[in-house]
């Protein structure tokens, strides 16, 4: 039954299950309030920290991790209110999820169903995935656009066929989750207002890192969100990309990929 224990742990959808490796994370920047020390804590490289809070941070409705000023090795991290009450809630579920697993570990015979559940649970190379609600669905004869609201007030507009909106169950007001690969993205600086793309996002270069052919950069956005784009070197250096730079993201709507977040029904049964 240990085997069967450890792979209900690993595999639940909810609670440590979700990402042991990112709750230790959170759990170090609030012990440590330091990336970098963070980051050695939980067994993850600087960058990796990074875009694990960058992801979380994208993923949530406000964010749940905050640079501040004068912290420890030039620079502090902490938890914002919102990843404090989060990170209770997932200790919470973890201790419950523990007496479960002691409650059903003599009724499980089998892993073939866990194994399935977790083949089930698809996992996204899209660097960039953001958290948003449909705003505005504007069908169409084959394809149907869906404008996504992100928490910040950005809007980014996807267009889907009709088969994969009726598929999704997509209305006003539906969650749903946008990704976009990084290499989907084009990067300007200056005014962008004569430029015929529909989704941009305008923010501050946050970090920049320079490979010997693409460059890695990721752009802070107001509401605390962040968006990441691959870029060839000799592009970069013609547009004098560097941190703390005003930058501008741009990418298609067939560049979307949606997908929809199942409803949680929280309301206590009625009697």
């Known amino acids: 039954m240990a085997d069967i ?12 299950g979700l990402s042991p490796a990112r709750l230790a994370l959170l759990e170090a920047v609030a012990r440590t ?3 970098s020390a963070a980051a050695r804590a939980a067994g993850l490289s600087y960058k990796g920290a990074w875009q694990a809070v960058e992801a979380m941070n994208n993923l949530s409705d406000t964010p749940l991790v ?9 620079g502090g991290t902490r938890l914002t209110e919102r990843g404090a009450t989060l990170l ?20 499980i015979r089998t892993t073939d169903d866990l194994a399935l559940l977790q083949r089930l649970t698809m996992k996204t190379s899209a660097r960039n995935q ?14 149907d656009m869906v404008e996504v609201e992100l928490p910040g007030g950005d809007r980014l507009t996807a267009l889907i066929t009709r088969e994969s909106c009726e598929l999704l169950g997509l209305c006003p007001g ?30 501050t270069i946050s970090r920049l890192t320079a490979g010997a052919v693409n460059c890695d950069v990721v752009i802070d956005l107001p509401s605390g969100q962040c968006v990441a784009a691959t870029v060839d070197r000799s592009s970069a250096e013609a547009l004098g990309l560097v941190p703390g730079l005003r930058a501008t993201a741009l990418f298609s709507a067939n560049q979307i990929i949606l997908g929809a977040l199942p409803r949680l029904h929280t309301e206590p049964p009625r009697p």
Do not use: C, M
């Not at 953001?130 to 394809?143: C, D, I, K, M």
């Open 130 to 143: 953001w958290y948003g609600r449909v705003h505005t669905l504007r069908p169409g004869a084959v394809n």
């Open 66 to 74: 905050a640079r501040s000023a004068g912290g420890r090795e030039g």
């Open 33 to 35: 309030g330091s990336i």
């Open 174 to 203: 539906s969650e749903v989750v946008a990704l976009v690969k990084a290499g989907s993205v084009l990067l300007a600086t200056g005014d962008t207002d004569h430029l015929a793309v529909p989704n941009r996002l305008t923010g």
């Open 88 to 107: 209770r809630t997932w200790q919470a579920v973890a201790q419950a999820q523990a007496r479960f697993l002691l409650a059903v570990e003599g009724v």
């Open 5 to 16: 224990s450890s792979r209900l742990a690993a595999d639940l959808p909810f609670g440590p």
